[in-house]
């Protein structure tokens, strides 16, 4: 391991670089663009390409075609251009093509206010493309956790063959820590599964029992399709009901029957706590100084930080929730992730604390608004 002084944005690009991502494309966009700028800089270094396209929709259907044609791909870019790539991104669902999504959240709706931060995405990265799916977030609180997140999501996509999203914010992307960056070998990297049959007996959408298909890429020698309808295990358009259930249920069900490994979360406080302060992201940094202030102040709080947005493992969520008087929900939007705890909760166990805020929400205002309802 090599200790670097860098910012978050800098740390998703070793990232995607230690887990073998050799294609980038992007649009320029704040608060995301140090990605697109260091690795349009180091990646031709290490046999790479990055590329500048001319807009956010070029941007990600040009990943998709990379990682067609075999080379592990990512794109970042932030709110509105996340916005412009969702058709692309349920193209990427339905075709099973593995792929690593930035989006680098800042102030909206809309143009917002490019250069402030904000957590407003959660909805948009899990529902925004059209149609059923499941699509696997991962959300870091640290440089760090940038780093390792952007490889587990690596992983993911290339295990389960999906589209996977890192949801960064402005906060995060210019933070600068220390992160150990890893040599060559001493992080476990995954590769996507390869065909075992000769081409003459491939079928591209014809799963192993892991519900994943093997997936051979162009130029491989073996007849690839790459249809966005629904389709047949040969890859052939069908619209009869029980191609349709099957497709969309296998697509779903390859994500959740790994939700042991995709899930993550992170406590503090937990062996003794009344009250729990949820929170994710950035904003869980303002939650676990809260946190500490509260026990100080003789509140015994605890905090339980959501590094996997989605899926979500609701009987985690209820083992921890069940155990509280009170469950507080902290983020800096106007309340989203408080859906997900009213679910697994009490009726009225669930308080949500917004904090909108352009910067990262101050601790003493976390505290305040727990005392209040206290």
């Not at 669902?93 to 917002?112: F, K, W």
């Not at 779903?252 to 729990?276: A, G, P």
């Not at 100080?296 to 590094?307: E, T």
Request: charged content about 25%; glycine content about 6%; proline content about 6%.
């Amino acid at each position: 391991m090599i200790k670097s002084f860098i910012s978050g944005n800098t740390a998703i690009a070793e990232g995607a670089i230690t887990a073998g991502m050799r294609f980038y494309a992007g649009y320029p966009i704040t608060p995301a663009s140090e990605i697109m700028e260091y690795l349009a800089e180091k990646l031709p270094r290490i046999g790479g390409v990055a590329m500048q396209f001319e807009d956010e929709i070029a941007s990600i259907n040009a990943a998709i075609g990379a990682s067609w044609a075999g080379a592990k791909s990512m794109t970042a870019t932030s709110g509105p251009g996340f916005s412009l790539m969702l058709e692309a991104l349920g193209l990427a669902v339905i075709t099973e093509t593995p792929l690593v999504v930035v989006d680098v959240m800042r102030a909206g709706p809309s143009t917002g206010v490019p250069t402030k931060t904000s957590q407003s995405d959660i909805m948009q990265v899990r529902y925004g493309a059209h149609g059923d799916y499941v699509i696997p977030v991962f959300a870091p609180w640290s440089a760090q956790e940038a780093y390792d997140l952007t490889i587990k999501a690596f992983n993911v996509a290339e295990s389960l063959r999906t589209p996977v999203i890192l949801l960064s914010d402005a906060i995060i992307a210019h933070l600068w820590e220390s992160v150990l960056v890893a040599d060559p070998g001493e992080v476990e990297i995954i590769n996507r599964k390869k065909p075992s049959v000769p081409p003459n007996l491939y079928l591209p959408y014809k799963p192993d029992d892991d519900l994943v298909p093997p997936m051979a890429v162009f130029g491989e020698g073996y007849n690839v399709l790459v249809e966005s309808l629904v389709h047949d295990e040969r890859g052939f358009y069908k619209q009869d009901k029980t191609t349709y259930r099957n497709l969309v249920n296998r697509l779903i069900n390859k994500v959740l029957s790994k939700i042991d490994s995709i899930f993550e979360v992170e406590t503090y406080y937990s062996d003794d706590y009344e009250y729990l302060l949820v929170s994710f992201g950035s904003t869980a940094r303002s939650a676990l100084a809260a946190t500490r202030a509260l026990r100080k102040s003789g509140i015994k709080a605890g905090l339980l930080r959501l590094k996997t947005l989605w899926p979500l493992k609701l009987e985690v969520l209820e083992k921890y929730c069940g155990e509280a008087k009170k469950v507080f929900v902290i983020e800096n939007n106007t309340g989203k992730l408080l859906y997900d705890i009213e679910r697994v909760t009490e009726d009225s166990k669930a308080v949500s604390l917004p904090l909108l805020d352009l910067e990262i929400p101050e601790p003493k205002d976390i505290v305040e608004g727990v005392k209040k309802w206290l």
